[in-house]
T-cell receptor, first 109, second 115 residues
């Protein structure tokens, strides 16, 4: 079956760096997405990786290794507003999005 | 503000009742989707529509139906609600057809409780 794994919860300190990992096993691969979801709100798009390597967008970066079935989201200079759940999703060979359960990130002052 | 509007925001419903969740977008996106989100699980696709006039089944379609009479509206109907349909429902849209473009724009969600 298809599977996306990410840690359930992580805690980090304001101003620090945190890395959220995502591993996947899917039927084919057409890209990996990261979304941010604040409690009680809608998910919002953060990043998209389809080729191996690092994509940087401000304080957020996303990395992909297709051979390892692995991605991470790197958040730098953490701010309190970064407290949210981070959802990893993979597009399979049928262009269906398979979603992980999300990682709840808690930022402490 | 352009985007996706869902209604109602929250609803408590007796089992066996019929319920329609409304979704309207003003971005002229071709593709629209309905997901449910349950604690500890990833978003699960219920139904989707690649373009007006067409619909398709997702991962968990049983007990739900949709229609796509025009580009903007994509209502989700629970014909006879059951407690296992208690969830948060998100409507989403994307440019282009189907999942090809990837980025989804989500509505604010409809929290449904079936007693």
């Amino acid at each position: 079956g298809q599977n996306i794994d990410q840690p359930t919860e992580m805690t980090a300190t304001e101003g620090a760096i945190v890395q959220i990992n995502c591993t996947y096993q899917t039927s084919g691969f057409n890209g990996l997405f990261w979304y941010q979801q604040h409690a009680g709100e809608a998910p919002t798009f953060l990043s998209y990786n389809v080729l191996d390597g690092l994509e940087e967008k401000g304080r957020f970066s996303s990395f992909l290794s297709r051979s390892k079935g692995y991605s991470y989201l790197l958040l730098k200079e953490l701010q309190m507003k970064d407290s949210a759940s981070y959802l990893c999703a993979v597009m399979d060979s049928n262009y269906q999005l398979i979603w992980g359960a999300g990682t709840k990130l808690i930022i402490k002052p | 503000i352009a985007g996706i509007t869902q209604a109602p925001t929250s609803q408590i419903l007796a089992a066996g009742r019929r319920m329609t969740l409304r979704c309207t977008q003003d971005m002229r996106h071709n593709a629209m989707y309905w997901y449910r989100q349950d604690l500890g699980l990833g978003l699960r696709l219920i139904h989707y529509s690649n373009t007006a006039g067409t619909t398709g089944k997702g991962e968990v379609p049983d007990g739900y139906s949709v229609s796509r009479a025009n580009t903007d509206d994509f209502p989700l109907t629970l014909a006879s609600a059951v407690p296992s349909q208690t969830s948060v429902y998100f409507c989403a849209s994307s440019e282009g057809t189907g999942h090809l473009t990837g980025e989804l724009f989500f509505g604010e969600g409809s929290r449904l409780t079936v007693l």
